[in-house]
């Protein structure tokens, strides 16, 4: 992935949305107790490129869709309506779920920073949906700045302008192209599911 650099971008106004139990408790637990069952978690050394001063973060990975949007996982009929439910609740039409992933990250005591800023996708425009497995902590933080196709620089000033404690059944909501990243949580195993989505808002032609 290409290096991106936000000081040439337009300053982001801070347009995110949290919603907590669209789903039914009942979808919450399956969807919880499939994650945690399934043997096809993979370990990975680096969930994120480390980038400067920023915190290494290492865990397992489930890839439901590829970068290509290949299926991969049966798994995915499960967790998909969870997109749109989420999407059909603020007025997104999805097109397509170009990438899905779920993320879980185990305890790292004393270590609370935060990995390095990134977007998922940087050649499209699409809106990420970060569904929460479960209770934990390790907040995702966004930023100030949005990537429109620059290099990165690492020592360049980021702005926390919200931080999203992970709650079982919370959604968050936010531009693809907005910088974020995730906290390393202290004292519990933290789940995530990440969808990457194309489409866009009723009425308008991109996201």
């Known amino acids: 992935m290409a ?4 000081t040439k971008v337009r300053e982001l106004p801070g347009v995110y949305r949290v919603f907590d139990d669209l789903l039914s ?7 919880e107790q499939q994650l945690k069952d399934t043997p096809t978690w993979r370990y990975r050394e680096s969930l994120v490129d480390k ?5 290494h ?6 890839v439901f869709v590829n970068e290509e ?4 996982s049966d798994i995915f009929k499960t967790i998909a309506p969870i997109a749109k439910i989420a999407t059909d609740h603020i007025g997104y039409k999805m097109n397509e779920i170009a990438y899905a992933r779920s993320f879980l990250t185990v305890p790292s005591p004393g270590r609370s920073g935060i990995s390095s800023p990134h977007v998922d996708m940087d050649d499209e425009d699409h809106l990420v949906c970060l569904y929460y497995v479960n209770d934990a902590d390790g907040d995702t933080v966004l930023f100030d700045k949005m990537d429109m196709g620059d290099e990165f ?9 919200a931080r999203v404690t992970p709650k079982k059944g919370r959604i968050l909501l936010f531009c693809g192209r907005q910088y974020h990243a995730a906290s390393l949580p202290e004292k519990s195993t ?15 032609s991109s996201t």
Do not use: M, S, T, V
């Not at 408790?25 to 969807?31: A, R």
């Not at 973060?57 to 489930?62: P, S």
């Not at 933290?190 to 308008?204: E, P, Q, V």
């Open 153 to 161: 620089d690492e020592n360049e000033e980021l702005n926390i302008i």
């Open 51 to 55: 980038r400067g001063q920023w915190e």
């Open 3 to 6: 290096r991106r650099h936000p």
């Open 69 to 72: 949007g290949i299926r991969c």
């Open 57 to 62: 973060l290492f865990g397992f990975a489930n």
């Open 190 to 204: 933290r789940i995530i599911i990440n969808f990457d989505l194309i489409g866009a808002y009723h009425g308008k």
């Open 25 to 31: 408790k009942e979808y919450q637990d399956y969807i």
